[in-house]
């Protein structure tokens, strides 16, 4: 038996949601694209048996978990990392071509949506196993999980996480709009980010988690100089960089290079093919924080099965940590090389560690350029990849040859460039956002906001107009 058939065998048994038997309207779309927001929303805030909520374990999880849209201590602890990790590890092995699939054959398509669905389904498991046995998930004042409490919170991180995965096999199966982990996604930063600017959370008494609210209560009282800096809350000097930087993200994604383009198929057609200048969008921070959250996963672990004692000097090389009432008992991140790879949260901790500001983003702006050029390598947008794809649709460069290697050595002159550039730029836009402390958790959280919030610009515009002119719309979902 093929493996093909072995895995599309392994999936036919797993739960799945069915095509709708015709297509549903603009209004039944929002309906369950509605649903499954709030379902998300609502498992975000049901705490998980036994485990605390309180304080953060360390800093490298804050990007993680804007990225992932997991919410510490609750049903989603996991966010839609399982789903987003298998993804990202099956493109890359069948861009790499580990995994040989023509995508032409209906079968082969087939037999990658069920390797995705099988591969999913395992990293929500070892992921639920590994985050509750490690120590990572810990009871009220820090206190290590009981047998019994364990098993019953890796019940729940797998039951939550299937949840999850099945919401969005329904939006991107045709009942909703887009896909269910860019909504997510989207729904987590939008969320910090009103909660960032309008919480009225009262901070030991004395002031608002909310910048609004606590703006307004220091012009009451004559305290307006107090809103400047606020620590690791919402001040004016992340409401600034927030602007800017909203302005920066959407001016960058606007920048790119067109390459003019005719059709080989329909004689006279012409147009360009754009390279963005953030050719590999936001993958790369998402692969670094994937990084750096891992190692800390790792580090932990090791913990809490070898202990700190001076005989366990490898690990506390790699991280050493504390526990404080302010985490809530929980390890906060404290020494180690590790802590010198993660990016400070606020200007006060900035100033205070130099030496971990100049590493975390040295280390950041580098990893992410380096895993821009193995995402292109590996990820299938590879100049002769992208030639590939253009000569499949019929698609050539006027005065050139139609063959890979002309049309590869084309845009060869402008993929390189723009792939080292756009790294650079997600890594400065990560790691110096998080020391200015922009609203909605980070500034890679804006970027993947914004991207997605013109992505589902487009899909409505394209429902719209596949209404009225389906030929017409069917051509905008294809530009």
């Excluded at 919480?199 to 606590?214: D, K, L, T």
């Excluded at 990016?343 to 006060?348: E, M, W």
């Amino acid at each position: 038996m093929a493996i093909g058939d072995v895995i599309r065998g392994a999936a036919s048994v797993l739960p799945e949601i069915p095509k709708p038997t015709r297509k549903p309207s603009i209004t039944e779309k929002f309906i369950w694209t509605a649903i499954a927001l709030v379902l998300f929303l609502v498992m975000s805030e049901v705490p998980l048996y036994g485990v605390s909520t309180a304080g953060s374990q360390a800093n490298s999880a804050s990007l993680l978990r804007t990225i992932f849209a997991s919410s510490q201590g609750s049903l989603m602890e996991l966010g839609i990392g399982p789903i987003v990790t298998a993804g990202l590890i099956s493109q890359l092995l069948v861009g790499s071509e580990l995994i040989k699939l023509d995508f032409g054959k209906p079968e082969d398509r087939s037999t990658f949506t069920a390797f995705n669905k099988v591969f999913t389904v395992g990293f929500i498991v070892a992921e639920a196993v590994l985050y509750t046995l490690s120590g990572y998930l810990r009871g009220p004042s820090g206190a290590v999980l009981s047998t019994e409490t364990a098993i019953i919170v890796m019940l729940e991180l797998i039951a939550a996480s299937m949840v999850v995965f099945m919401l969005d096999q329904m939006i991107q199966r045709g009942w909703g709009f887009g896909s269910g982990i860019s909504l997510f996604i989207m729904a987590g930063v939008a969320l910090r980010f009103m909660l960032d600017l309008f919480s009225p959370i009262s901070v030991g008494g004395v002031g608002y988690v909310g910048f609004i609210p606590a703006t307004v209560n220091a012009t009451l009282t004559g305290t307006l100089p107090t809103i400047v800096y606020r620590g690791i809350e919402p001040a004016l000097i992340g409401f600034i960089a927030t602007i800017a930087m909203m302005l920066f993200i959407i001016y960058l994604e606007g920048v790119r290079i067109e390459v003019p383009i005719s059709s080989q198929k329909y004689k006279g057609f012409t147009g360009v093919y754009p390279i963005k200048l953030l050719y590999v969008s936001n993958i790369p921070v998402i692969l670094v924080g994937a990084l750096i959250a891992n190692l800390q996963f790792f580090s932990l672990l090791l913990v809490s099965r070898l202990g700190t004692g001076t005989g366990n000097w490898l690990v506390n090389l790699l991280a050493t940590y504390t526990s404080s009432g302010a985490s809530g008992g929980q390890p906060v991140l404290t020494g180690g090389l590790l802590y010198y790879l993660v990016v400070p949260t606020s200007l006060g901790q900035a100033a205070t560690e130099p030496l971990q500001t100049l590493t975390s983003v040295a280390f950041m702006i580098f990893m992410s350029v380096i895993f821009a050029r193995l995402w292109v390598e590996l990820g299938g947008m590879s100049p002769e990849k992208a030639a590939k794809s253009l000569l499949d649709a019929q698609v050539v460069v006027p005065g050139f040859r139609s063959t890979t290697n002309s049309l590869g050595m084309v845009l060869a002159k402008y993929i390189p460039s723009v792939t080292i550039i756009g790294g650079i730029l997600v890594g400065v836009i990560a790691s110096v956002s998080s020391v200015l402390g922009v609203f909605g958790g980070s500034g890679i959280g804006l970027l993947l906001m914004i991207d997605i919030i013109l992505q589902y610009y487009q899909t409505f515009v394209k429902e719209q107009v596949d209404e009225l002119m389906p030929r017409l719309g069917g051509l905008i979902g294809r530009s």
